[in-house]
């Protein structure tokens, strides 16, 4: 199922994990389709949640769709935000994309959300192919949410890393809308620490049986001015460098004086 594609303008694949017909990614091609050629491989449904989650033990179906009048490519995908980049990469796509795009989210990565989302892990795992990559995601969970406030800042974000020599992985936050306060600016971030205490909503079914709906709320644990939390509630757009390499270099020597060496 390879798509044979021009060679002339930069190939742009899209994925997410609120699925393809989140107002988000209809959001982010419109952008992206005035920057390059567009592939979007992106799940049927909902998706949160899935960090770096593959399907191995169901097939995955993949099919061509069209949505809209839009110029870009679509697949629908019954896997995860991480199975759509490799299907992409391997079965539809005839050549390595110039940048993989995952979002926009609807809803906070910041901090140690990112270690939860599959947009952030879709981007992680394009990274793992040596591709650019990008995750965006905004501060606001509702359907219609509004994103024209941050378009012009999404679209530097695209264009700089195209032009870019240098091999990123972002996780950038937009903070939400809100009317006659606009964004102040963008500015590079570390994860802040913090946390989510949860909260478990018991309850009995008709066949007596229990079950729970997760619920909880997020504590925050660092005060520090570039961290991304602190950036978001000024009001700025926080930029997150990640990679896959979660290896603790700083505890490597506290391993070694644990095993004697």
């Given at each position: 199922m390879l798509v044979l594609l021009n060679m002339s303008s930069p190939l742009i694949l899209i994925t997410n994990d609120d699925g393809i017909h989140s107002p988000?990614?209809?959001?982010?091609?419109?952008?992206?389709?005035?920057?390059?050629?567009?592939?979007?491989?992106?799940?049927?449904?909902?998706?949160?949640?899935?960090?770096?989650?593959?399907?191995?033990?169901?097939?995955?179906?993949c099919e061509k769709i069209k949505i809209d009048d839009g110029k870009q490519l679509e697949f629908i995908c019954s896997g995860t935000p991480v199975d759509c980049v490799k299907l992409a990469l391997s079965e539809i796509l005839d050549r390595k994309p110039d940048i993989c795009i995952s979002g926009i989210n609807h809803g906070s990565n910041a901090s140690s959300n990112v270690i939860y989302s599959g947009t952030v892990s879709a981007a992680i795992e394009a990274h793992l192919h040596s591709i650019t990559s990008v995750g965006f995601s905004i501060l606001d969970y509702?359907?219609?949410?509004?994103?024209?406030?941050?378009?012009?800042?999404?679209s530097e974000i695209i264009n700089k890393l195209l032009n870019s020599k240098k091999s990123l992985c972002l996780n950038v936050n937009i903070p939400k809308f809100i009317e006659n306060s606009p964004i102040q600016g963008m500015k590079a971030a570390k994860q802040?620490?913090?946390?989510?205490?949860?909260?478990?909503?018991?309850?009995?079914?008709?066949?007596?049986?229990?079950?729970?709906?997760?619920?909880?709320?997020?504590?925050?644990?660092?005060?520090?001015?570039?961290?991304?939390q602190i950036i978001l509630d000024d009001n700025f757009i926080s930029i997150v460098p990640v990679k896959y390499d979660v290896t603790d270099y700083t505890k490597i020597d506290e391993v070694k004086d644990l095993l004697n060496e």
């Open positions: 988000g990614l209809r959001y982010l091609i419109k952008i992206a389709n005035k920057i390059g050629k567009v592939v979007v491989v992106a799940p049927d449904g909902p998706r949160s949640a899935q960090s770096h989650a593959i399907t191995i033990n169901n097939p995955i179906i509702a359907e219609d949410t509004k994103i024209s406030h941050a378009e012009e800042f999404i802040a620490k913090g946390r989510w205490v949860e909260d478990f909503d018991e309850r009995i079914s008709p066949m007596g049986k229990r079950y729970f709906w997760l619920t909880g709320s997020f504590v925050k644990e660092d005060d520090s001015s570039d961290a991304d």
